[in-house]
């Protein structure tokens, strides 16, 4: 067990590195494109970054998702920042009811070689996804060169409101279903949100809401709803999942939020909402 002189130490040493760490990533910003830029500013360091050039940028993380029945699904994610374009990949690597089912082959542990190559009006971006265990394999992004992309860059007082106003609208939505609940019986557990993404630079926030809606010989029917707010524009319920517990449930997740558009992930498979 360490010393108190000692655990200040230690915790000293770890502020300098973190700071130093901060340091290096604002300094390599500063090399980039202002459009790739304006894409990576809010990510705190680029431990999980690749930057392949002044234009083009590779991060891979993970997700986690978990439903109102089943066990929880992990995912391998890659997301590759094209100037002001950026497009994201997952692979299922762990199944949520089904041990057997799952695919450790798909983790992706970390970014290999990447690869531009440039075609008409077409930009290919191939990349080496390395698994410690199995090997690597490589993937594809494709983007349009000549496609010119307006950020809807919001300023930092109209993040602000912006993000007083998402807090607003959930105290709202979930002070009426909290009185619908205190007319369920009383075995119905309090509705919640379960989600949230939000992206306050261009002013969208998703959130999902669970609540149980009926029970049936001792089996609850759940629903999730998606509930999306754009700057300018009122909130609302995009799409909603529910079922019985012994028919999978319910069933709703956010894989991405971008400005033009939502992914979610239901029962059917991946699901695109069009926000425009």
């Given at each position: 067990?360490?010393?108190?002189?000692?655990?200040?130490?230690?915790?000293?040493?770890?502020?300098?590195?973190?700071?130093?760490?901060?340091?290096?990533?604002?300094?390599?910003?500063?090399?980039?494109?202002?459009?790739?830029?304006?894409?990576?500013?809010?990510?705190?360091?680029?431990?999980?970054?690749?930057?392949?050039?002044?234009?083009?940028?590779?991060?891979?993380?993970?997700?986690?998702?978990?439903?109102?029945s089943g066990g929880i699904g992990y995912y391998a994610q890659v997301r590759v920042f094209y100037g002001s374009q950026s497009e994201l990949?997952?692979?299922?690597?762990?199944?949520?009811?089904?041990?057997?089912?799952?695919?450790?082959?798909?983790?992706?542990?970390?970014?290999?070689?990447?690869?531009?190559?440039?075609?008409?009006?077409?930009?290919?971006?191939?990349?080496?996804?390395?698994?410690?265990?199995?090997?690597?394999?490589?993937?594809?992004?494709?983007?349009?060169?000549?496609?010119?992309?307006?950020?809807?860059?919001?300023?930092?007082?109209?993040?602000?409101?912006?993000?007083?106003?998402?807090?607003?609208?959930?105290?709202?939505?979930?002070?009426?279903?909290?009185?619908?609940?205190?007319?369920?019986?009383?075995?119905?557990?309090?509705?919640?949100?379960?989600?949230?993404?939000?992206?306050?630079?261009?002013?969208?926030?998703?959130?999902?809401?669970?609540?149980?809606?009926?029970?049936?010989?001792?089996?609850?029917?759940?629903?999730?709803?998606?509930?999306?707010?754009?700057?300018?524009?009122?909130?609302?319920?995009?799409?909603?999942?529910?079922?019985?517990?012994?028919?999978?449930?319910?069933?709703?997740?956010?894989?991405?939020?971008?400005?033009?558009?939502?992914?979610?992930?239901?029962?059917?498979?991946?699901?695109?909402?069009?926000?425009?």
């Open positions: 067990m360490h010393s108190k002189k000692e655990q200040e130490e230690i915790s000293q040493n770890r502020k300098i590195r973190e700071e130093e760490e901060r340091q290096a990533w604002i300094s390599t910003l500063e090399s980039l494109t202002p459009e790739l830029q304006s894409q990576l500013t809010f990510t705190k360091t680029g431990s999980n970054i690749k930057i392949v050039n002044s234009a083009i940028a590779v991060m891979h993380g993970s997700r986690s998702e978990w439903g109102s990949k997952e692979w299922q690597w762990r199944d949520r009811f089904d041990a057997s089912w799952d695919n450790p082959r798909l983790i992706v542990h970390r970014i290999g070689a990447v690869k531009v190559l440039k075609q008409a009006n077409k930009v290919a971006i191939e990349i080496e996804l390395i698994n410690d265990n199995y090997g690597s394999r490589t993937t594809v992004f494709t983007f349009d060169s000549s496609k010119i992309t307006t950020n809807r860059a919001l300023s930092i007082d109209e993040q602000t409101a912006f993000a007083v106003r998402v807090n607003d609208e959930k105290l709202r939505i979930m002070t009426e279903f909290y009185k619908l609940w205190e007319c369920k019986p009383r075995d119905f557990p309090m509705p919640g949100i379960q989600e949230t993404e939000i992206d306050l630079e261009v002013g969208v926030a998703a959130f999902v809401i669970e609540e149980q809606i009926d029970c049936r010989a001792g089996d609850p029917q759940i629903r999730r709803g998606l509930y999306v707010l754009t700057v300018g524009k009122d909130i609302e319920k995009k799409a909603e999942d529910h079922g019985y517990g012994r028919e999978g449930g319910a069933f709703l997740t956010i894989v991405d939020v971008k400005p033009e558009y939502i992914i979610i992930n239901t029962k059917k498979g991946k699901e695109k909402i069009d926000l425009n």
